[in-house]
C-alpha cells in the first residue's frame, strides 16, 4: 500500500472533532457562494463529516471592495503564498477563472499537499489530465464538479452513478446564456442583437461574450464530458465548434414549423470504439425532452447501453448553484481524509481514442436556400443532393420577390463529409445564390 503523505493523523480519529481549513483562491461570484454556504450549512457539514469546515483565508485582487458577505478583513489577501504555501491550509479551493495563474497555483498546492476543488472548466477542459496526474502523485483529491453545468451533479453521475454501464451518448445544453438568447428568440420573437444585450444586462453573458456564443464555453464542457463518459483523453481541439451567432429568426420560425427547436447543443457520441465530439446549433424536434430545455437552464441527456436514456436537469451557473457543486466536492474530499483514501477517487483515461472520420458521422441537416425562382432549380439542388448521396426528408419553398424564393429542407440522414463537400461544390453556382443556414437536427422522423 502506499504511503499517505497529507493524511493527518488525527483527522480519521471519529471520536474527536477536527477543523479542516479551507483557503479560498477567489472571492468573487462563486467564492462568494462557497463562503456563505459553509458559514450557513455548518452543522450539516458537522455531521456529514465529523469536522468543522472554516475558511482560513481568501484571495483577491482588491482588498478594498464592497463585499456581500461578512468577512474578517484578516482573512483577505492578496498574496497567493498566504493560501497555497500555508501550512495551516488542508484544501485549496480555486474559484478565481482565468488559465495560466490559476494553473500554476493549482499545480504549487497540490506539490504542497493540499487537496484541490476547482470550478474552472476553461483549465479542465484544456490541463485536467496533467493536473490530476500531479494530484495521484501527490496523493491528493482534485474535484471540479462545478466545471460542468454548474448546480447539476452530471459529472459524479459519470463516475459514480452510472460507472458500472458503458456511456454512447452525452448531449448537452451546456452554456445557459445561449439557451437563453435562443428561448427569447423563440418564444417572443426578438432579434439575436436584442437577446444578447438583455443576457448581458442580467448578468447571464460575459462582459466578452464571445466564449458563450461561439460555443467554446459548450465545447470546454463537452470535452470534460466525453474525457470522463468514454474513459478516453479528449482534447478541446478534437470538438468541432460553431456557435449561435449566424442563427437567425428566420431560422428559428422554419424550425419550428418543421416542429423543432433551436438549441446550442453540445454532444459526445461514442460507435464501437470511435467517438465524435461536437457544439453546434442544433435543430431538436419538440418530441425530445432537450427541446423544452429553456432560459437559462442547462440539461444533459446521457445514454448508457444498460441504463438506456437519462437527462439530468437545473441551473448551469449562478452563485449558490455553482457554489452547492463546489462545496459537494469538498465534503468529499474531507470524507475521504477520514478515510485516508484521498488520490484516488479519479480513474485516469484508459482507452485508446479513435476519432470517427467525418465520412462517418450520419445525421440529418436543416438547410435553407436563397435560389433564383426560375424552372430548373429544384431539379438542378436535387441532382447535386443526389451527386453527394443526400437526400430531402421535407421541403418548403417561400418566394421572396424579385425573382428569388427561398428553399427550405431537412434531409436524411447525410454524413458529414458529404455536406460539406455539397457546400463547397454549390457555392459557386448560379442557381443557388447563397447557403443562408445549414444546422444538424436531432430527433424526429428523418432516417
Ligand atoms: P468572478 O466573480 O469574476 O470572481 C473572481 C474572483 O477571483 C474575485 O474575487 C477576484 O478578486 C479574484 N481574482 C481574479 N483574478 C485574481 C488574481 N489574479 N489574483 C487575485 N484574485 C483574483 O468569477 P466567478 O464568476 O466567481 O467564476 C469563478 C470561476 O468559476 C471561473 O473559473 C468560472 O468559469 C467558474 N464558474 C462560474 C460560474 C458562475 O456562475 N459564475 C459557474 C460555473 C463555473 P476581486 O473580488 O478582488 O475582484
Ligand atoms: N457563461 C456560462 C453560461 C457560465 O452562460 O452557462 C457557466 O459556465
Known amino acids: 500500500m502506499r504511503a499517505l503523505k497529507n493524511l493527518k493523523p488525527s483527522v480519521n480519529d471519529a471520536s474527536e472533532n477536527h477543523t479542516i481549513n479551507i483557503g479560498l483562491l477567489g472571492l468573487g461570484t462563486v467564492g462568494t457562494g462557497v463562503y456563505r454556504i459553509i458559514q450557513q450549512h455548518q452543522e450539516d457539514l458537522y455531521h456529514q463529516t465529523n469536522c468543522t469546515i472554516k475558511v482560513e483565508k481568501a484571495l483577491v485582487q482588491s482588498i478594498d471592495k464592497q463585499r456581500a458577505i461578512d468577512i474578517d478583513a484578516a482573512a483577505l489577501t492578496t498574496n497567493s503564498e498566504d493560501i497555497v504555501m500555508n501550512e495551516d491550509i488542508d484544501i485549496v479551493v480555486e474559484v478565481m477563472g482565468g488559465v495560466e495563474e490559476a494553473r500554476q497555483l493549482i499545480a504549487q498546492a497540490l506539490e504542497q499537499g493540499k487537496h484541490v476543488v476547482t470550478a474552472n472548466k476553461d483549465l479542465v477542459a484544456l490541463h485536467g489530465a496533467e493536473l490530476l496526474t500531479l494530484a495521484s502523485d501527490n496523493d491528493c483529491d482534485l474535484f471540479y464538479e462545478a466545471?460542468?453545468?454548474?448546480?447539476?451533479?452530471?459529472?459524479?453521475?459519470?463516475v459514480e452513478g452510472l460507472s458500472s454501464d458503458r456511456i454512447t451518448k452525452m448531449m448537452g445544453i451546456l452554456n445557459g446564456t445561449t439557451n437563453y438568447m435562443l428561448t427569447r428568440m423563440s418564444q417572443e420573437g426578438l432579434d439575436y442583437k436584442t437577446c444578447l444585450t438583455q443576457a448581458q444586462e442580467l448578468g447571464y453573458a460575459e462582459a466578452d461574450p464571445t466564449a458563450d456564443v461561439e460555443g467554446l464555453d459548450a465545447a470546454?464542457?463537452?470535452?470534460?464530458?466525453?474525457?470522463?463518459?468514454?474513459?478516453?483523453?479528449?482534447?478541446?481541439?478534437?470538438?468541432?465548434?460553431?456557435?449561435?451567432?449566424?442563427?437567425?429568426?428566420?431560422?428559428?420560425?422554419?424550425?419550428?414549423?418543421?416542429?423543432?427547436e433551436m438549441k446550442l447543443l453540445g454532444m459526445a457520441e461514442r460507435d464501437g470504439d470511435e467517438i465524435e465530439l461536437s457544439v453546434q446549433p442544433t435543430l431538436v424536434h419538440h418530441t425530445h425532452p432537450l427541446a423544452s430545455v429553456n432560459g437559462v437552464f442547462n440539461a444533459v441527456y446521457v445514454h448508457?447501453?444498460?441504463?438506456?436514456?437519462?437527462?439530468?436537469?437545473?441551473?448551469?451557473?449562478?452563485?449558490?448553484?455553482?457554489?452547492?457543486?463546489?462545496?459537494?466536492?469538498?465534503?468529499?474530499?474531507?470524507?475521504?481524509?477520514?478515510?485516508?483514501?484521498?488520490?484516488?477517487?479519479?480513474?485516469?483515461?484508459?482507452?485508446?481514442?479513435?476519432?470517427?472520420?467525418?465520412?462517418?458521422?450520419?445525421?440529418?441537416?436543416?438547410?435553407?436556400?436563397?435560389v433564383k425562382d426560375q424552372p430548373g432549380v429544384l431539379a438542378y439542388i436535387t441532382q447535386t443532393f443526389a451527386n453527394f448521396d443526400m437526400s430531402i426528408s421535407q421541403i418548403y419553398q417561400k418566394p421572396l420577390g424579385n425573382e428569388r424564393a427561398e428553399v427550405v429542407m431537412i434531409?436524411?440522414?447525410?454524413?458529414?463529409?458529404?455536406?460539406?463537400?455539397?457546400?463547397?461544390?454549390?457555392?459557386?453556382?448560379?442557381?443557388?445564390?447563397?447557403?443562408?443556414?445549414?444546422?444538424?437536427v436531432e430527433g424526429g422522423k428523418q432516417a
Not at 455553482?322 to 488520490?343: F, H, M, Q, Y
Not at 459557386?428 to 444538424?440: D, H, V
Open 147 to 158: 466545471s460542468v453545468a454548474g448546480g447539476i451533479p452530471i459529472l459524479r453521475a459519470l
Open 411 to 440: 434531409t436524411h440522414k447525410v454524413s458529414l463529409a458529404s455536406i460539406e463537400a455539397w457546400m463547397e461544390d454549390v457555392e459557386t453556382s448560379t442557381e443557388i445564390e447563397n447557403i443562408a443556414s445549414c444546422y444538424a
Open 220 to 260: 470546454r464542457k463537452i470535452a470534460i464530458l466525453g474525457t470522463l463518459g468514454f474513459h478516453t483523453d479528449v482534447s478541446l481541439s478534437e470538438v468541432k465548434v460553431k456557435g449561435i451567432s449566424s442563427v437567425t429568426k428566420e431560422d428559428i420560425d422554419y424550425s419550428q414549423s418543421f416542429g423543432y
Open 304 to 370: 448508457g447501453e444498460a441504463v438506456g436514456e437519462t437527462m439530468f436537469y437545473g441551473p448551469g451557473a449562478g452563485e449558490l448553484p455553482t457554489a452547492t457543486a463546489v462545496v459537494s466536492d469538498l465534503i468529499t474530499v474531507v470524507k475521504n481524509l477520514r478515510l485516508g483514501v484521498n488520490g484516488r477517487g479519479m480513474v485516469a483515461p484508459y482507452k485508446e481514442k479513435k476519432l470517427k472520420p467525418n465520412s462517418r458521422v450520419y445525421r440529418p441537416y436543416f438547410i435553407r436556400l436563397v
